[in-house]
Each structure stands twice: as C-alpha cells, then as structure tokens.
C-alpha cells in the first residue's frame, strides 16, 4: 500500500503560536565530582562533536588586595610555563584547532576551552599545565604592562569609557571591587611575586567548579579526575565589602572640551537575584528600556532622534547591583534625552500598562529564553548563571511564570516602588 503524502497549502499562512503558550524546559544538567571534591556541571547534547569545558575559580577582584591583580594574573595564565614559552603554549592549542580564552571579573575568574571533542585527551594535560606551572615571566608581564597602558590611554578620551567608570565609583565607592577601576599607575606598581602569590592561593590551591557542554566523550570522567582531581579545591574565604555610595547625585564632567557627544548614564542601586521583586522587575525593565521596541527606544530614538539606542538593565553581580540606563547622545541633547527618560518613568508609576504592549513584551522575553537555550553551550551558560549566583531550576521556572502571569498593576506598583528619580545618579560625560 502506498501511502499519499498530503502537501500543504502554500497559499495558506501556517499558524502563529505565541512564544508565550510556548511551554520552555531547561535541560538538567547531569552532576560529577572529582577525587578532591570539585564539581562538574554536564550537558551532553548537540549534533556536532565539538565541546567546551570552563574552569571558574574562586579569584576575580573581589579576593585581590592590591588593584589589576587578579586581571593580571588570569591574563598570565597563558604567558609561559616552565616547560614552553606563551608562543609555545597557544601554539599547541592552535595545532588541534581549540581555543583556549582567560577570563576575570569581579567575584571569579575563568578559563574556557572549546574544542573538538576527538582532542580534548591532548589538551587537557595542556590546560593542566596551565594551572599548576605557570610562570608569569617577568619579559611578558612587561609587555603586558606596556600594552595595558598604552589601550588605556586611548580608552580615557572615549566619554562612554569614562561613564562607564564614574557611574559604578557613584554606586559602590572607588575602593569597592565593583567600583575600582585602573589608573596608570596601578600597572607600574604590579610585582611578579605579587601574580605568583595570588596565583599560588586562588589556582593552584584555590576553589573552582567546571561546567562541561556539547557531544561529550564517554570517558569524560576519568578524564577528567586524571587531569585535575588532584588540584587543591580548598574553600575560599569572601570578604564582607560594603557598598559606600556617593552623597551626591547629579554630575556633569567635560573629558573632551571638544567632543560633540555626551555618555549617558543613570542608575540606582538594586538587590541582587535573591530579592523578591528581581524576576517581576526583568519585565518592567524590558518594558522600560530592554529591547529594540521598549518605551525608551520608541521615544528616545524613534520619535525624538536622540540617539541610535538607548537601553536599560541590572547589572550581572552577585552580591549587590544596581540598575542602569545607558546611551550616547549629542552634546546639546543630553539633557533633553534624560528628561525624557524621566517622564518615561512617571508615565509608568501613573498609567497602567495596556494588554497589547504587555504581550508584546511577554513574546519578546519568552523567544528572547526560547533562544538562550538552543544549544548545549547556550544551556550550559544560563546554569552556570544560576548555579553561581547560590540558586536552582526554580529560578527558571519561576522567570517563565512571572513574565506569563504578572499583572499590569503588579508592573504599576514596582515603578512607584523603583522609580523615582530621586534615587538615581545621574551623570553625563562630554
């Protein structure tokens, strides 16, 4: 019997389905522990045998004592061991075709490895030589230094490096580790024993998860523990640091008395994800200003021509953050532009929401998820994020349900909650 296969209709439009009747489940990860305690965070899955591993350890700017430590000491990592120069090292890694990337922020600091999977044998050893003997020779801490002032001194006569700087001093303090930023001089006081000392007690001895994605090796495990299940996975003490933010309010600073653009921005200071309004408020915030069709763009950039984007958002930070508008405009706009923004806020504290926008903004963040998880890379980021913010699948289901079910009057009450302007910084850089 021949079955006939009926073909569609062409001049019927298929059926759109709203991303938010889309049902999304974040694939579990599955959990591995090393001989020393470490954990693994897996996802096996994609088509293409290729696969990415990262090291996060405990040892971002936050456990430094002296500023550009810990940036530098992860940017050392790669610069020579023992046994092979820094164009020894990442020629290896380029021989199999992987790429080997160091990475530093405030809490942690990271190193990731994408590669083939058929590899990942020959260049996990590599990775462990890394960790455990790297030099940091004095010629490339020099080069590095030179580099790294030379890329700041052309970063200062940009008025978006500038904001960008001053605002988290206003909202943190100059000396906490959210707020502190380089100056030429740090880079002259850095030490090569200094980079070994920390590299010795956040490396080598020091705490670290991994989180392992793409078409996984059937002996991953022994792999792994062979390579690195004899590390130090000692805890890591976190500092109590304070926020000190600034008294003042409103600035205004000229970095270029001939520049013609202005660097916008204005932020308050919010809790992190453990607060109870933080999934509610990822939604007000998409309507205020997170995506091309928010309130802020259709104003600041549709119908008044201020600026090519204008965007809003809560800092990624673990412990405290805060939340930011950020743009560039013409010199003699920045004040209109901010005025703007202000009545885009007292437009939400005073008028409900209508239905149509906020389904708009509901497709908008569910397709925005629905794209997060397409691919095992992607799905193994978005863990990572809650694993190391101290949180579970919850907080994803939990996302999916707010941003389906809150209420145009649930939105109403967090602008009158968060947005009044006499709790934002406010600072224009010229």
Not at 193 to 200: E, G, K
Not at 284 to 292: E, K, P, Q, R, T
Request: contains cysteine; proline residues 3%.
């Amino acid at each position: 019997m021949i079955e006939t296969i009926k073909t569609p209709d062409r001049k019927i439009a298929p059926k759109i389905v709203d991303a938010v009747n889309l049902k999304l489940q974040l694939k579990p990860y599955k959990k591995l522990t090393l001989k020393n305690g470490v954990d693994v965070y897996t996802i096996d899955a994609g088509a293409e045998d290729v696969m990415a591993i990262e090291w996060v350890f405990s040892a971002g700017n936050w456990y430094e004592d002296q500023n550009l430590v810990a940036a530098t000491a992860n940017f050392m990592l790669k610069n020579g061991t023992s046994t092979q120069s820094a164009f020894q090292v990442n020629e290896h890694f380029e021989y199999y075709g992987s790429y080997l990337n160091r990475a530093c922020h405030n809490e942690t600091a990271t190193v990731s490895l994408h590669c083939l999977t058929k590899h990942v044998g020959e260049l996990l050893p590599a990775v462990k030589e890394l960790l455990t003997d790297s030099t940091m020779p004095e010629e490339e801490l020099a080069v590095y230094k030179q580099n790294m002032k030379q890329r700041l001194k052309v970063s200062l006569k940009k008025s978006d490096f500038i904001a960008g700087r001053l605002i988290d001093v206003y909202l943190y303090g100059e000396e906490h580790p959210y707020g502190k930023y380089s100056k030429e001089e740090d880079f002259d006081k850095l030490d090569r024993q200094q980079l070994i000392n920390f590299y010795d007690q956040y490396y080598r001895r020091g705490k670290f998860v991994m989180f392992v994605a793409g078409k996984l090796p059937g002996n991953l495990e022994p792999l792994l523990n062979e390579n690195f299940g004899d590390l130090g996975n000692n805890a890591v003490a976190s500092k109590a640091i304070v926020a000190q933010p600034s008294a003042e309010k409103k600035f205004r600073v000229t970095n270029d008395k001939d520049g013609v653009q202005g660097s916008i921005r204005i932020a308050r200071p919010f809790p992190n994800r453990h607060h109870p309004d933080f999934l509610k408020v990822q939604v007000l915030n998409s309507l205020f200003g997170g995506f091309f069709g928010s309130r802020l763009m259709t104003n600041i950039r549709e119908d008044k021509g201020y600026t090519y984007g204008i965007h809003s958002f809560i800092q990624n930070h673990i412990h405290e953050s805060a939340w930011m508008v950020s743009t560039e405009a013409g010199k003699d706009v920045c004040e209109a532009a901010i005025t703007e923004i202000y009545k885009e806020m007292k437009d939400l504290r005073e008028e409900l929401v209508d239905e149509e926008e906020l389904l708009l903004v509901r497709n908008y963040m569910m397709g925005s998820i629905l794209g997060d998880l397409d691919g095992p890379f992607q799905i193994i980021a978005r863990w990572k994020n809650i694993i190391l913010n101290g949180l579970d699948e919850n907080y994803f289901y939990n996302s999916i349900s707010t941003i389906k079910s809150i209420s145009a009057e649930e939105i109403q009450g967090l602008a009158q909650k968060y947005f009044n302007p006499e709790d934002f910084y406010e600072l224009v850089v010229v």
